[in-house]
Structure formats: C-alpha cells, structure tokens
C-alpha cells in the first residue's frame, strides 16, 4: 500500500478471503485518503482456478498478480 500511495494509483485487491487486520488496515487507508482501494472477494475457491482468474484480470487491467 506505500507503494501506491506513492504513485498515487489505486489499489483493488482481489482475494479468496481477507483476515480483519488486512480488511481495517485497507478502510483505514482509505478513509485517510491515503490510498483509494477496492476489495474483492473472489467467486472461486479452487486455488488453480484462482490463480488463472488472478492472471486474467490483470492481462485486462494492467494490473500485476502478487501471490
């Protein structure tokens, strides 16, 4: 999240789950305007299928899979 905040970019993390440390440090974040940021749960539980949806999204977005 420093990182983007120092880009000034926005951030949109999707994920299989989200711990509640994770999910306030992000609201916090966000309500600060530090960073603008979406969370995103995703449809699908299968780690393989996570992974190749993960990688699709960011080919459409420009986006970079950290994992």
């Known amino acids: 999240m420093e990182f983007a905040a120092k880009l000034r970019k926005p951030v949109v993390v999707v994920a299989p789950d989200f711990k509640a440390d ?3 440090s992000m609201v916090v974040n966000h309500l600060n305007s530090k960073v603008k940021m979406c969370a995103v749960k995703t ?8 992974l ?8 459409y977005t420009g986006g970079t899979v950290v994992s």
Do not use: E, F, N, R
């Open 22 to 24: 994770a999910l306030t």
């Open 43 to 50: 449809p699908i539980t299968d780690q393989s299928g996570v």
């Open 52 to 59: 190749s949806v993960l990688h699709d999204i960011a080919a």
